[in-house]
């Protein structure tokens, strides 16, 4: 996405002459800023494959909304190998080292790969809003879901094939340039980049901020009367952790896209900006935030959802400093009963459930050879959660 912005400007303004590199950095310089690209591709590419794989190798985690957090994953790993780095090397030397075909994949695949991540945001959202306020709708079966990622992507390559078919490369005596060649360079780059900001920022950031405020009042405002049950509070409280750690999924996206969509905002509308002195490093600093919204999300998966911790710790259960427990080895396998403390009933290991009916009893299934099957009269049905 950036460099099509970068490499349009200086290309408007170059002459046939050797071209000087007005914003040629000491090696120093350079080298900080390697460390700190490196770091968000290596922490991006392997903390979103683990993701992945935790997901596609155990069905326990094969779920409504964990369809949509490993999308979220392919299209956060494909930027971060795809991008990062050769975003970094552009900005940093403002000459084109990589051919026409990769020029176009290059400003083409940014746009369409935010865009499936923040509406693969908006899709757990609604999910979760289906699941918590609607409990007793029927939920996404797995086809639909794929359906829905399906057209999260066509929609996604619809948005950004105007920046595949215009780009191009332009050679000049010392240096090489990839850009968007707009049919009119003075309006058309800002305007599209509104109506990107729009769709991928305001828009979806917006839905999912009225759907949580919802989901938030119905889980912390307001409890159902007379049912004081352990397990109603159990599962209360773990609906509550799911949420909790999308909202921080959102906000953290949120927060690291936000100086990017300004920074393009602000030198479309003042372009003299653009030849400022200190320009490129605010540019590699919005930059990298911006990239490094790709990488925070399997930590804070890991932080936050003990099934994904599990997955981590059976990742790197060869580290001398991690120690897998057999709670840990349980958290992937199938569904499971687990009694509660001073309680009669039992609570499913699921995040996500609803209590729907006083019939049939599965946790009374669970106790009855304790003599309690009388005491649980109350259903509970798993919910596709995390």
Same mark, same amino acid.
């Not at 935010?114 to 945001?121: E, K, L, N, P, R």
């Not at 750690?245 to 896209?257: H, P, R, S, Y």
């Not at 998966?301 to 997955?311: D, I, K, Q």
């Given at each position: ?8 400007? *200086? ?40 993701? +992945? ?60 790969? /935010? ?10 959202? &609604? ?11 029927? =939920? ?5 879901? &794929?359906? /829905?990622?399906?057209?999260? !992507? *066509? ?26 060649? !707009? ?36 889980? !912390? ?20 952790? /799911? ?5 921080? /999924? ?11 969509? &300004? ?12 030849? !400022? ?9 919005? &930059? ?10 399997? +930590? ?49 290991? =699921? ?36």
């Amino acid at each position: 996405m950036a460099p099509e912005r970068d490499g349009s400007n *200086t290309t408007t303004t170059a002459t046939s002459r050797v071209l000087a590199n007005q914003f040629a950095q000491p090696a120093w310089r350079i080298a900080l800023w390697s460390v700190a690209y490196v770091t968000v591709l290596a922490v991006a590419v392997f903390g979103n494959l683990i993701v +992945i794989w935790i997901i596609l190798a155990h069905k326990r985690m094969r779920t409504v909304t964990n369809y949509f957090v490993l999308n979220l994953a392919f299209s956060d790993f494909s930027m971060a190998a795809f991008n990062t780095l050769i975003n970094f090397i552009y900005a940093a030397h403002g000459d084109w080292y990589f051919g026409d075909v990769y020029c176009r994949f290059h400003n083409f695949f940014p746009v369409t790969a /935010v865009f499936a991540s923040i509406y693969s945001m908006a899709a757990i959202a &609604l999910d979760r809003y289906m699941a918590i306020i609607h409990p007793l709708k029927p =939920r996404l079966s797995a086809k639909v879901t &794929l359906g /829905v990622i399906f057209c999260i !992507w *066509t929609l996604a390559v619809a948005l950004a094939f105007p920046l595949c078919y215009f780009s191009t490369t332009r050679t000049l005596p010392g240096r090489t340039f990839c850009y968007v060649a !707009w049919p009119r360079m003075v309006d058309d780059p800002f305007m599209y980049h509104i109506i990107v900001t729009v769709l991928v920022y305001v828009l979806p950031l917006a839905v999912m901020g009225i759907t949580y405020t919802v989901i938030g009042v119905s889980l !912390w405002g307001s409890e159902i009367p007379g049912d004081s049950s352990e397990n109603y509070h159990a599962q209360l409280r773990a609906k509550r952790k /799911v949420v909790k750690m999308m909202i921080i /999924v959102v906000v953290t996206f949120a927060l690291c896209w936000l100086p990017y969509h &300004l920074y393009f905002i602000a030198t479309g509308l003042d372009k003299r900006l653009i030849k !400022w002195k200190y320009i490129q490093q605010i540019y590699l600093s919005v &930059l990298w935030l911006a990239m490094s919204s790709t990488m925070y999300n399997p +930590i804070i998966y890991c932080c936050l959802n003990s099934r994904f911790r599990a997955g981590f710790k059976q990742v790197f259960r060869c580290c001398p400093f991690i120690r897998m427990s057999s709670y840990d080895e349980l958290e992937l396998q199938s569904t499971r009963l687990r009694p509660c403390h001073q309680s009669s009933m039992c609570t499913l290991s =699921r995040v996500d459930t609803s209590i729907l009916s006083k019939s049939k009893s599965i946790c009374s299934r669970g106790n009855r050879s304790k003599g309690n099957s009388e005491q649980n009269n109350k259903d509970i049905k798993p919910v596709n959660g995390l």
